[in-house]
Nanobody, 119 residues
Framework: QVQLKESGGGLVQAGGSLRLSCAAS????????MGWYRQAPGKQRELVAT???????NYADSVKGRFTISRDSAKNTVYLQMNSLKPEDTAVYFC?????????????WGQGTQVTVSS
């Protein structure tokens, strides 16, 4: 069973930067696509960025040019570098690992880390 744990959230002023980390319980990047999602109060959880097994990156339009997803396979860790933060980026950020095969598919989630951007 895959376990994920996010860290690096906190309080930052608009225009500042944070780097979120997601530590995995094992070496999974050759088997799982990775992603970052966020959920603001009263809103649905939304996709922020994804990183496939093959290394392809995808970003929500709202964060393009500001956020970067990356991974360090040796450390079993995926990162989300967030620059030029805006108050609307305030949310709980979740790490996701997705698997799919001919016989099954599913997702693993971390507990989340709070990011608060003040104006």
């Amino acid at each position: 069973q895959v376990q994920l744990k996010e860290s690096g959230g906190g309080l930052v002023q608009a225009g500042g930067s944070l780097r979120l980390s997601c530590a995995a319980s094992g070496s999974i990047f050759r088997l799982f696509d990775m992603g970052w999602y966020r959920q603001a109060p009263g809103k649905q959880r939304e996709l922020v960025a994804t990183l496939t097994i093959g290394g392809s990156e995808n970003y929500a339009d709202s964060v393009k040019g500001r956020f970067t997803i990356s991974r360090d396979s040796a450390k079993n860790t995926v990162y989300l570098q967030m620059n030029s933060l805006k108050p609307e980026d305030t949310a709980v950020y979740f790490c996701n690992a997705h698997f799919s095969s001919w016989t099954s598919s599913g997702d693993y989630w971390g507990q989340g880390t709070q990011v608060t951007v003040s104006s």
